[in-house]
Structure formats: C-alpha cells, structure tokens
C-alpha cells in the first residue's frame, strides 16, 4: 500500500511529469548560462593565446556536435581532454560532448564526460554545471547515493541551485518533508533576479500537503 493518498499521488505524478516535459529544457538552460558565463571567464584567461591548438580542437569539437557526428565528436573530444585538459575549451567542450550524448540516450558516454568535468574542471562554474548534470542522470537511474556524492561539493555562488537538486533527490526517495526543506533552502539562496527561482516555487506548489 502507497504511503500516500490520491490526492499526494497525483501531486507526485504532476511534478515527475513537469520535469519530464522540461527536464532536458533545463539541463540545456545550465549549459549555456553558466557554461557561456564560464567560457567568457576563460576567455579572459586564456586572452593572449587565441591561436592555441586547443581553440582549434575546441571548434572542430562545436562542428562535430552541430553535424549529429557523435564518432567524430567523441574522438576529438578525447584530444581535448587528453593533450588540453588544463585549457577551459576543453572543460566547456566536456559538457557540451555530455548533453550531446545525453540527446542520444548515450547515458554511459554522458556520465563519462560529466565525470571528468567534475574531476577536472578548474572554474567553478563548468565544475557546477557537471555535478549538477551528473547528479540529474545519477538520479533517473536510481544510482542515489552517487548522485549525493557527487552534490556534497558545492562551488560558492551555486547553492541554492545543488539544494534544489538534492530537494529532487530527496523527492524521488519519497521524503517529501526533505524535499520540501531542500526547496526552500534553494529558495532563500539562490541569487534573487534568477529565473531559477520560478522552477523551484513550481516545484513547492506541486508538494503533497500533508504526510510531512
């Protein structure tokens, strides 16, 4: 028997079936705010060596991923990582190769590059953007304690973001009260102009009202 009523049940079914809608829209949004915030960072960096083989590498990596190429994509990917791995190219290329993969269904491919971004990334915004990634895979595949790890590093300036995460993950394991704590922490420290904040209100509104 459910430990639920109907009426928590269908407010679950209604907050699985928002993120299923937009779940893909959201890790696409993650990409290319805090990925394009980092590439700038890093631009600023790496200024000066912009005929650096690894801008090369990088946009070979771009073209790949517009053409649907995943072969391709991956092989020049694996000459980013492996000959550029301090370059921020390489990093941003990591997470754009990881929602190619993620597109394509390619979950171990995309855990693959996600786990390196994680492992290597030196700006804390690409570094955010991969555990966040990450853990969202870790948890459709059931693989909750990964995913926990994988969110108990928060890179400063993103924890309203990793507490909303963990409120999904809470959510999944049925605690709808640490979901619900997870979701108002987010709440009151995420950044007050994002746009963050409107998902994560959704997300508190779509709550069983009871059974805390």
Do not use: C
């Amino acid at each position: 028997m459910s430990r639920y009523s109907l009426e928590e049940q269908e407010q679950l079914a209604s907050l699985k079936a928002f993120w299923s809608k937009y779940g893909n829209f959201i890790l696409t949004v993650l990409i290319l705010v805090f990925g394009a915030f980092a590439l700038n960072n890093g631009w600023k960096w790496w200024q000066g060596r912009q005929a650096n083989e690894s801008v090369v590498v990088y946009e070979r990596l771009d073209a790949a991923i517009k053409q649907g190429d995943l072969e391709l994509m991956g092989q020049i990917q694996n000459t980013l990582t492996e000959d550029h791995a301090g370059s921020p190219y390489a990093q941003r290329g990591a997470l754009l190769a990881a929602k190619a993969y993620f597109d394509k269904g390619q979950m171990n491919e995309a855990k693959s590059a996600l786990q390196w971004a994680v492992d290597e990334a030196k700006l804390d915004e690409y570094s955010a953007t991969a555990r966040l990634m990450l853990s969202a895979i870790l948890i459709e595949q059931s693989e909750f304690d990964a995913a926990k790890e994988t969110l108990s590093k928060v890179p400063t300036g993103f924890e309203g973001l990793f507490h909303d995460r963990l409120g999904d993950l809470a959510l999944v394991q049925k605690d709808v009260a640490a979901a619900r704590k997870e979701y108002e922490l987010a709440l009151s420290t995420i950044q007050a102009d994002s746009p963050w904040k409107q998902v994560i209100e959704r997300k508190i509104s779509a709550l069983p009202k009871t059974g805390e």
